[in-house]
């Protein structure tokens, strides 16, 4: 039989009290960004690496923060499933957007760089038949 303050008590005490302090806290320190893609189920990466040329912007960046809160809240039992189904689709929607925006202002860019390169070329090529 175990008695309150036995040793044998406390050795069983720490390594449960271990475990299930592991269990309660593993939601919280994973790694997100496998919470997000798993939930995305192939619809895209919402964590992949930015592109330099552009940053994402302030409305992008709360999007992706909201898709990582709701998915935490409802791993946590706070949502039901139709609360965080209907949530998730919100985000993602403006995620999306927000990207796409994004990924338009890139090409912009790109565009631009292209026209650039286009006309140094253009310099380059009438110096050196000038000379």
Known sequence: MVFPGS??????AV???LLAL???????????S?????SLEGGGNLTAVPS??????EEETAARAALHEVELEYQLGNLT??????????YLRRALLAIKERHTREKELDAL???????????????SNGI
């Open 7 to 12: 040793p044998l008590a406390l050795l069983l």
């Open 34 to 38: 496998h919470q997000v893609d798993a």
């Open 81 to 90: 499933e139709a609360d965080y189904r209907s949530l998730r689709e919100r």
């Open 113 to 127: 760089i292209e026209e650039r390169l286009r006309l140094l070329r253009e310099e380059d090529v009438g110096r």
């Open 52 to 57: 330099p040329a552009v940053a994402p912007s």
């Open 15 to 17: 390594p449960l009290g």
């Open 22 to 32: 592991a269990l309660v806290l593993y939601p919280l320190v994973r790694p997100t």
